[in-house]
């Protein structure tokens, strides 16, 4: 299968669904630009990967190295057509508990950096469309839990409620001009985020759960049929129509309910 993308650039590359992605780009021959904060990671994934790979070590929560990648987002040298905005972190627990300096760290990542890396990739690959006609894309990695009322995961919600707007509008925007941008709503997905988040999981059963390569797989389908989003999962889809037909006042009842099934089960605990 022969990719319609020449490079990617993929943060969050160093586990989970950016991971999957980095390979299944790399199985149909787009070489890569791989972000991560661990650079052991990334150069381990560079080494099993059959195409060229670039490793750049970023935290997207620190300012100034979130400029380094965009500035190779900006370089029209080594053009990169599609851009994989996949890392993101959350924390869970209630809200006046939260860390104000982590909850900012969050939004760094989830907001600041996806609003700064679209922009940049947008403005070179439209420039890039207008004088050759290259196309481009853009693939921000949400969350369904950008949709729903989360108690206990405020902070995060609300940023993905924030990529998942931002990727649709600007999808409008630039249907003319030669980008397609997608947002991809998973649902639950097997991989280090919930123990990162510091999140219980465990009443979660095996049916609702995604395997981080369907995932990835799904997303970069729905970039291709240029889909402006995507929910990933026949659960997380069923549940997804349902949600979006739903009045905010059972969202919220809905919302409530869950958070009591957090306490009970932190309670047990």
């Known amino acids: 299968m022969t990719s319609r993308w020449n490079r990617a650039l993929v943060t969050g590359a160093s586990s989970g669904i950016g991971r999957e992605i980095a390979r299944q780009l790399a199985a149909t021959g787009t070489d890569l630009v791989v972000v991560a904060r661990n650079v052991e990671r990334l150069e381990a994934l560079a080494e099993e990967l059959p195409v060229d790979v670039e490793v750049l070590a970023a935290d997207l929560s620190n300012h100034e190295q979130t400029l380094r990648v965009e500035a190779r987002l900006a370089d029209n040298e080594r053009p990169i057509d599609l851009l994989v905005n996949n890392a993101g972190f959350g924390r869970g627990g209630p809200f006046v508990d939260n860390d104000r300096d982590t909850a900012s760290s969050v939004l760094a990542v989830n907001v600041a950096a996806v609003l700064r890396l679209s922009h940049a990739a947008a403005v070179a690959m439209v420039d890039r469309h207008r004088t050759t006609g290259q196309r481009g894309g853009i693939l921000n990695v949400s969350s369904m839990a950008g949709d729903l009322v989360s108690p206990n995961s405020a902070v995060y919600a609300a940023t993905k409620a924030f990529v998942t707007s931002l990727s649709e509008s600007i999808h409008q925007e630039l249907a003319g001009e030669g980008v397609v941008v997608t947002a991809v709503l998973p ?83």
Do not use: C
Request: net charge neutral.
């Open 187 to 269: 649902g639950f997905t097997h991989t280090e985020f919930q123990e990162r988040a510091d999140v219980d999981v465990s009443d979660i059963p095996a049916w609702a759960w995604n395997d981080a390569a369907d995932v990835a797989a799904q997303s970069l389908a729905a970039l291709d049929k240029t889909q402006p989003r995507v929910v990933t999962g026949q659960i997380n889809k069923v549940w997804g129509a349902i949600s979006r037909t739903l009045p905010t006042a059972a969202l919220r009842a809905a919302g409530r309910v869950a958070m009591k099934r957090q306490l009970a089960n932190a309670e047990s605990a």
